[in-house]
């Protein structure tokens, strides 16, 4: 038995629509045509699922964290309607950016968090994100990072980006790489 195989997503721009003016509810919260189905497609293949994701809103006090999990319900839900098996875990960095967490990503304590609670090392495993600092993380961690051109990507695509990003247009396609080069 190998290392187990995981891949860690970001949220917002990845998995659903993303806004400057943040996801505050469940109705907010609109998965990207195709994402739900390509998390299933992980799971079908035996990958774990991780979420890590920056959600300031809570610090800045345009949610709660109970909204916060309702959200994450809401994609639990939509996920069960295509398999049984659920995301594995769901980490997320509550705080304002100038609050000096390690936790706000490019920082690496959200994915530390990964490591410790699932038992798994994420070197040479995927991250798929939409922003530099998701990028940036998945490089400090040695992980393979995969730019989507969805949320935040395209404007992320004009920045100067760590030598080893795969580009793909969105999760769905990104999926179809990670299961590609897994055979």
């Known amino acids: 038995m190998g290392k187990p195989k995981i891949v860690v997503l970001d949220r917002d721009g990845v998995i659903n629509e993303d806004s400057d003016h943040?996801?505050?509810?469940?109705?907010?919260?609109?998965?990207?045509?195709?994402?739900?189905?390509?998390?299933?497609?992980?799971?079908?293949?035996?990958?774990?699922v991780a979420i890590a994701t920056n959600q300031s809103g809570i610090g800045r006090g345009y949610f709660s964290e109970e909204v916060l999990?309702?959200?994450?319900?809401?994609?639990r839900d939509q996920l069960a309607e295509h398999t049984d098996l659920d995301i594995d875990l769901i980490v997320y960095c509550p705080h304002k950016p100038d609050e000096g967490c390690d936790c706000r990503k490019p920082n690496p304590g959200l994915l530390d968090q990964i490591e410790s609670l699932l038992v798994v090392d994420l070197e040479g495993q995927y991250l798929v994100g939409d922003s530099l600092k998701d990028l940036q993380v998945a490089s400090a961690k040695k992980m393979k990072p995969i730019l989507v051109k969805t949320g935040?990507?395209?404007?992320?695509?004009?920045?100067e980006l760590p030598a080893d990003v795969l580009i793909q247009e969105d999760l769905s396609s990104a999926v179809d790489h990670i299961l590609r080069k897994q055979g």
């Open 22 to 48: 943040y996801i505050k509810s469940p109705d907010e919260w609109i998965p990207l045509p195709g994402s739900i189905a390509a998390i299933a497609k992980l799971k079908e293949a035996g990958y774990l």
């Open 69 to 75: 999990s309702a959200m994450h319900q809401k994609l």
């Open 152 to 159: 935040k990507g395209a404007e992320t695509l004009q920045r």
